[in-house]
């Protein structure tokens, strides 16, 4: 050993490799375990380390102490420097995940280590690198619109974008088509609008997360997961309402300006919050009362099938909806006056519309009463206004379990579009 060298805690044996060769990898390898101011010891008999490896150990802030040369190599000495003086964290290492009964691993258990760590705010600078992951310095910045946790974020977002992977349906295969029988024209024009309606409505539905899942921050992940599971559910609500309309020699029906006018309304929202609470817990959560009684008297097994399904997906997007709206009102209770303001500024624009679209009423009392018998038209003409009451029951039980008090709830509801999305 040379007198001026001192003992290595590590020695690398670096055969004919070079810097550019690999020999960087046997390097942070063994670097990673030692403490700052150990030594190292790097043979090598590639000519071109005696000028790399200096100008290496300078950039990565190590002490270069000198090399000792022999017949048909070099070894190259230097000191490990101080971690801590090194720009940035060491990412995580070590953390294993634990599996559930069956071998599972399901999203909420990552939420350990780094990776469990959700920033109350973030910015562009970490980019499209996963929550967790240690990013370079000089990446670019990523020019994200909503980069705050409480913008998104809902306490239960992982474990219903689980729910929402294992739920999915194919709208080809899953709805039993060929039960489908004919039936007398005025019943299956009924449900033909209903179909059409139902339609256009989730055509809103699809569009609103979209406009906001490329602004959200990729730290909160589980929030664009969940967004694109609905975006998917609906899409294939969309699929399996048109080709019911179509299945059974009917057709696309009629749609009226103001459904469409309320759902302009929806999608010229701005804000992710705003948006999310007048479309999931207002809208959508209105529409799991609708298909539940479209399902209650359809007219075929198809209609109920596709109906059914459609509740159980939107189900879990009110569940969202409401889980942020609690979120977002328990960081601010303040929160419920710009709420209250996009209700009522919804409201005013709608204010030419006193009832849902008549050609809708009337499709549904059709259901209800089976038919046109006008022994039976009353009774569906009741179930229909009856229907409207209890929507207006469940919005308020929504909205005081999102955080609201019961007078909020009131008004909220009684503010809610004719529309019903």
Not at 81 to 101: E, I, N, Y
Not at 198 to 203: G, K, P, Q, R, T
Not at 313 to 337: C, I, K, S, W
């Amino acid at each position: 050993m040379t007198a001026d060298l001192p003992e290595p805690a590590v020695r690398i044996d670096g055969g004919n490799l070079g810097v550019g060769d690999g020999l960087l990898m046997l390097l942070r390898e063994a670097l990673e375990p030692l403490p700052a101011g150990a030594v190292v010891a790097v043979r090598t008999s590639d000519a071109s380390a005696a000028h790399d490896l200096p100008a290496w150990c300078r950039i990565m802030a190590h002490v270069y102490l000198g090399s000792v040369a022999a017949a048909d190599n070099s070894t190259f000495y230097f000191r490990k420097g101080d971690a801590t003086a090194m720009a940035g964290p060491k990412p995580d290492w070590g953390v294993r995940l634990p599996l559930r009964a069956g071998g599972e691993l399901h999203t909420r258990d990552w939420l350990v280590g780094r990776v469990g760590e959700v920033p109350e705010r973030s910015t562009g600078a970490t980019g499209f690198a996963p929550r967790g992951a240690v990013v370079e310095a000089g990446a670019p910045t990523f020019d994200f619109g909503i980069n705050d946790r409480d913008q998104v974020w809902a306490a239960e977002v992982a474990d219903l974008y689980e729910q929402a992977t294992a739920g999915q349906w194919d709208a080809s295969r899953d709805i039993p088509w060929a039960e489908l029988k004919p039936l007398p024209d005025p019943l299956e024009r009924a449900v033909c609008q209903v179909m059409t309606f139902l339609a256009e409505n989730e055509y809103s539905a699809l569009y609103v997360p979209a406009k906001f899942v490329p602004q959200i921050n990729p730290q909160f992940a589980e929030v664009v997961f969940f967004l694109s599971t609905q975006m998917m559910d609906e899409a294939r609500h969309i699929e399996a309402f048109t080709k019911r309309a179509l299945a059974n020699g009917g057709g696309l029906q009629y749609s009226a300006a103001s459904t469409q006018l309320s759902l302009k309304t929806l999608f010229d929202q701005h804000d992710f919050t705003v948006a999310s609470f007048l479309l999931s817990v207002l809208g959508e959560g209105t529409f799991l009362d609708l298909l539940k009684f479209i399902e209650d008297h359809a007219p075929d097994p198809v209609t109920a099938a596709v109906c059914r399904r459609a509740r159980v997906d939107e189900t879990r997007h009110v569940h969202f909806g409401m889980a942020h709206v609690r979120y977002y009102l328990g960081q601010d209770p303040g929160h419920y006056e710009e709420l209250r303001a996009a209700v009522r500024q919804r409201a005013a624009v709608m204010s030419s519309v006193t009832e849902v679209s008549p050609r809708i009423q009337e499709a549904l009392a059709i259901l209800a009463a089976g038919g046109l018998d006008p022994a039976r038209l009353g009774d569906g003409t009741r179930k229909v206004r009856t229907l409207i009451e209890e929507m207006h029951e469940h919005r308020l039980r929504r909205l005081v379990a999102a955080g609201f008090t019961a007078e909020q709830a009131e008004e909220m509801s009684r503010l809610h579009t004719p529309n019903f999305m």
